[in-house]
């Protein structure tokens, strides 16, 4: 994995400049620390960040084609590069080193911009066909890694991180409204959208094209949803064992690597069948990692070791205590580059450092599972609401909620009446395109109570309705569980579970993140298949377990899915970091950033204070608003930046960009 | 203050954020709202009981009694009035 940045001219703006590049690739050095390369001429400059992974010796980019006409500089992993590599030389390619880059560079030239379909990976390329004048962008179609965009003073700026813009933009960064106000109803802005104003990200699986001063942007793939897969007859078994073959192959694939590749291992269901299968049908010695938590309900230790044991593997843990979540927050979100609404993401910091310490820069996870095959609690939660919806008044659908969240222990909603109310909310619009985030939604919205009423907030839909505009033709006429999917797929999931909970904390440890679960060909199956086969019942990840159930310890099979989670705000308060959480809340900070009313905040920290049971949506509101104040502060201000990951060696121009991989010389501005 | 006032103060603060009485009708449901969530129920029955003296059990933590500050004034009533 790695970090890229560039910048493009779009008409007669000065040439890139090698200091621009620098500036750029600073926030880069956590995501490339083994060494960086560039390429500079009077229409582009690229700049890369290494982590190395493949082929350590001759991997170093920006890579060129056998003719310096094409350039290309990638964050990622072309998983397939074997077979890609074996194809394209029987087309008379001619390969100079074993690196995965290499095929972009010739699958490009084979194919064009057509060679984004041949790739199996996770990746964000930028590609410079010299001749032509063109820049290709492209990014991986579930949305596993980050590539940001913008347009300013008649140049296209782009990068793994939103801090190489800012770092490069004549504008001076702010934070977006309409950007905090879609995080503050579906955690995340959706791409496009951003944090930052005048920043976007692409869409995963998008692709962009800038050409003689124009540019343009359109999806290369997306979930393969299909209005015809509900009543497609299939037979299970058959279903169940070609996805146990594509697992194994999507593992496979993701083993490959010139450094030992290592797995994190929460105790659920989909890690335990990622590390079975690595440690069944692999010769890789196995090194799994997990997270405690010194709360025994968020606690999955037991189902972690158990695992451990079973396998045999050389098993790291570590416990992540209260006071971690409190001290580590701040330097994740700015990791993150986003407001964050639960503090998850921390210990997932921890645990990509934990792995780094043990000597592994590549881990295997498992993310993905819950949303292609069906996991959440949302899926089902939506399921029952649907099935209730048809019968508004049936007093015997809706008890069917009580068997939902049943790890909520001290939850009084279980007081059936309340839980009704709870999630009667959107009943009467079954059809609603997001009827089945409609709960989520509505709990989140609250936050929006702080936020300053003399800005100008985009309005109370706006969320809502650019989600809504951003899905596909035919979404009408999928089947409800498909359409839950759909959206989850669209916006939770790249947009705050592979980014601000994956990428970006397994980056800040400079470790690359590996995800089976989301090979598109395991998409491409199981988004075709009837969805009783994916949640039978009530019985989540059905498919799945049928297919893998057998390999795996039966206690695992059975274990009530546990969500991850991680401690909630009351270390935030605590004597030891009160003061540092006070200190980003103060009426000034918060006048300062303009963003919030002092008073509800002041109000919410007393509250908070007192020690009393907190909520989910006090929880989220004190972390949305302590996370906005913290990206306003380290970020927009530009507090401490030194922030996180920057090495202070890493200063000078040529250790942040390297040599010019073109051999040219710097241009010189051009005269106006 | 009139129990009334307390428990629209009650909410105001805890839920609302704010002492614009402006802010809360007594009508209005705080469910529907999002005033209140989980938790929220909790922390109201707590105030209740510890406020008033009054003991709320599982069969009576019903959206009907405790959903408005209106329907939130009547329960404290009646359970007095009863105890």
Redesign the interface.
């Known amino acids: 994995m790695c970090g890229i940045a560039g910048i493009l001219n779009l008409g007669d703006a000065a040439p890139p400049q090698r200091e621009t590049l620098a500036a750029m690739a600073r926030p880069l050095v956590p995501r490339g620390p083994d060494g960086a390369g560039h390429f500079i001429t009077r229409d582009i400059g690229l700049v890369h960040r290494r982590l190395s992974i493949i082929d350590l010796e001759g991997g170093a980019q920006p890579l060129t084609n056998e003719d310096g006409t094409i350039w290309t500089i990638f964050n990622g992993e072309i998983f397939n590069f074997v077979e890609l590599r074996r194809e394209l030389s029987a087309l008379g390619h001619v390969f100079r080193t074993r690196s995965d880059t290499e095929v972009i560079v010739h699958g490009y030239e084979a194919w064009g911009d057509d060679m984004l379909h041949h790739l199996n990976g996770q990746f964000a390329i930028a590609l410079w066909d010299a001749p032509r004048r063109r820049l290709l962008l492209a990014r991986d179609r579930p949305g596993i890694l980050p590539l940001f965009v913008s347009t300013d003073a008649g140049r296209l700026l782009f990068a793994s991180s939103i801090r190489s813009l800012l770092a490069a933009r004549a504008h001076p960064p702010a934070l977006d409204l309409a950007g905090l106000d879609a995080a503050f109803t579906f955690w995340a802005p959706t791409a496009p959208q951003t944090l930052f104003e005048g920043i976007e990200c692409l869409r995963p699986g998008e692709k962009l094209v800038a050409a003689g001063g124009r540019i343009t942007r359109e999806r290369f793939w997306d979930w393969p949803f299909d209005p015809e897969a509900a009543a497609r007859p299939v037979d299970e078994r058959a279903a169940a064992e070609t996805l146990r073959d594509l697992l194994i192959d999507a593992t496979r694939l993701r083993l490959r690597a010139d450094v030992p590749v290592g797995a994190y291992l929460s105790g659920g269901l989909d890690s335990s069948v990622l590390t079975t299968i690595i440690a069944r049908h692999t010769d890789t010695p196995l090194e799994t990692f997990s997270i405690g938590f010194e709360d025994a309900a968020l606690d999955e230790s037991g189902a972690q070791t158990l695992m451990a044991a079973h396998l045999g593997t050389v098993h790291h843990a570590v416990t992540c205590r209260r006071e971690d979540v409190a001290a580590g927050f701040a330097d994740a979100v700015v990791a993150a580059e986003s407001v964050l609404l639960r503090a998850a993401p921390v210990p997932m910091m921890r645990l990509s450092a934990l792995a780094r310490g043990t000597g592994f820069r590549v881990v295997l996870t498992g993310e993905g599972a819950d949303e292609v095959l069906g996991g959440y609690d949302l899926f089902k939660e939506a399921k029952i609401r649907q099935f209730w919806a048809r019968q508004p008044q049936s007093k015997a659908r809706p008890r069917l909620l009580s068997r939902l969240y049943p790890y ?1 222990d ?4 279980r ?1 059936q ?2 839980l009704e ?2 999630f009667r909310q959107g009943l009467d619009a079954p059809d609603a395109p997001l009827f089945s985030h409609q709960p989520r939604m ?2 989140t ?2 936050l929006k ?2 936020l300053n009423p003399e800005r100008p907030w985009p309005s109370p839909e706006a969320a809502a309705a650019a989600v809504t505009a951003e899905l596909p033709a035919g979404f009408a006429r999928l089947a409800p569980f498909h359409r839950a999917q759909l959206v989850e797929c669209r916006t939770l999931l790249p947009s705050y579970l592979l980014s601000s909970q994956g990428d970006r904390m397994l980056m800040a440890n400079s470790v690359e993140g590996r995800f089976p679960f989301l090979d598109h060909r395991i998409a491409e199956f199981a988004l075709a298949l009837p969805p009783h086969l994916l949640m039978r019942g009530l019985t989540e990840k059905a498919l799945l377990k049928r297919a893998m159930g057998a390999a795996l310890p039966r206690e695992i099979v059975r274990r009530p899915k546990q969500p991850y989670r991680a401690p909630g705000s009351s270390a935030f308060l605590s004597p030891a970091h009160r003061d540092a959480t006070r200190a980003h809340l103060t009426p000034e900070a918060l006048q300062s950033a303009g963003l919030f009313q002092p ?3 002041q ?2 920290l007393t ?1 908070l204070e007192a020690g ?7 929880n989220m509101a004190l972390l949305g608003i302590l996370s906005a104040q913290v990206l306003h502060a380290r970020i927009v201000r530009g507090d401490s930046p030194g922030g996180i990951g920057f090495k202070p060696d890493a200063d000078s121009t040529d250790s942040l960009i390297g040599r010019d991989a073109g051999g040219g010389d710097t241009p010189q501005p051009r005269r106006t | 203050m009139t129990e009334r006032g307390r428990i629209r103060q009650f909410i105001l603060t805890q839920f609302l954020f704010t002492q614009d009485e402006s802010k809360l009708a007594d009508d209005v449901s705080l469910l529907g709202q999002g005033l209140i969530d989980s938790t929220g129920v909790l922390e109201l029955v707590s105030f209740l009981e510890r406020e008033f003296g009054i003991v709320l059990p599982d069969e009576e933590m019903t959206p009907e009694n405790l959903d408005s500050v209106n329907a939130l004034c009547a329960l404290v009533e009646r359970k007095r009035a009863a105890g």
Do not use: S
Not at chain 1, 410 to 413: A, H, L, M, S, W
Not at chain 1, 612 to 618: I, L, Q, R
């Open positions: 909520l001290v939850n009084p909603t007081a009446a309340y109310a709870f509505q709990t919205t609250r109570a702080f008073e509800p905040v109000r919410l509250k009393g049971p907190v909520g989910e949506k006090d």
